[in-house]
């Protein structure tokens, strides 16, 4: 078995060894450009904004509009509304990540979707952080109404 030796940063350093990097660097790049080691793939980028964005919508449905429907009575009715708004929610956000999984390595590596990809993003975090809000204003519309 072999050793395990332990150095600090300033025995490394006067060894010769380069500095260690820590989880965010200043070279990461911007979007658009490809980080130094790592492949641009829009693909990827997309199906995390996608994933992101659920949990965004999921979390202000729990917190905004669960608010809204919450009365005096123990009912389900509100875990029940959750499920179909998040349930219902999924298919418009797979629309979004369908879209970018078609595309070929060389496509899904282009700069040039720089602009296509941001229109889609910023279309799914307003969806993500709009609808919520939206839906607890026409629910606390009802609400009122009857």
Same mark, same amino acid.
């Given at each position: 078995? $072999?050793?395990?030796?332990?150095?600090?940063?300033?025995?490394? #350093?006067? =060894? *010769?060894?380069? /500095? !260690?990097?820590?989880?965010?660097?200043?070279?990461?790049?911007?979007?658009?450009?490809?980080?130094?080691?790592?492949?641009?793939?829009?693909?990827?980028?997309?199906?995390?904004?996608?994933?992101?964005?659920?949990?965004?919508?999921?979390?202000?449905?729990?917190?905004?509009?669960?608010?809204?429907?919450?009365?005096?009575? $123990?009912?389900?009715?509100?875990?029940?509304?959750?499920?179909? #708004?998040? =349930? *219902?929610?999924? /298919? !418009?956000?797979?629309?979004?990540?369908?879209?970018?999984?078609?595309?070929?390595?060389?496509?899904?590596?282009?700069?040039?979707?720089?602009?296509?990809?941001?229109?889609?993003?910023?279309?799914?975090?307003?969806?993500?952080?709009?609808?919520?809000?939206?839906?607890?204003?026409?629910?606390?519309?009802?609400?009122?109404?009857?």
């Amino acid at each position: 078995m $072999g050793e395990c030796v332990f150095y600090s940063v300033a025995e490394s #350093l006067k =060894a *010769g060894a380069p /500095p !260690m990097r820590k989880g965010i660097s200043a070279d990461l790049g911007h979007e658009g450009t490809a980080m130094q080691g790592h492949a641009l793939d829009w693909r990827k980028r997309m199906s995390d904004t996608v994933a992101y964005s659920l949990l965004v919508y999921t979390s202000l449905q729990i917190f905004v509009t669960l608010r809204t429907l919450e009365g005096s009575s $123990g009912s389900m009715l509100p875990m029940m509304a959750l499920v179909v #708004l998040v =349930a *219902g929610v999924i /298919p !418009m956000f797979r629309h979004f990540e369908r879209r970018w999984e078609a595309l070929s390595d060389s496509d899904a590596a282009d700069p040039a979707r720089r602009s296509d990809f941001r229109r889609d993003q910023m279309a799914t975090w307003a969806v993500a952080i709009g609808l919520p809000f939206l839906l607890a204003a026409v629910f606390r519309l009802l609400v009122t109404l009857f």
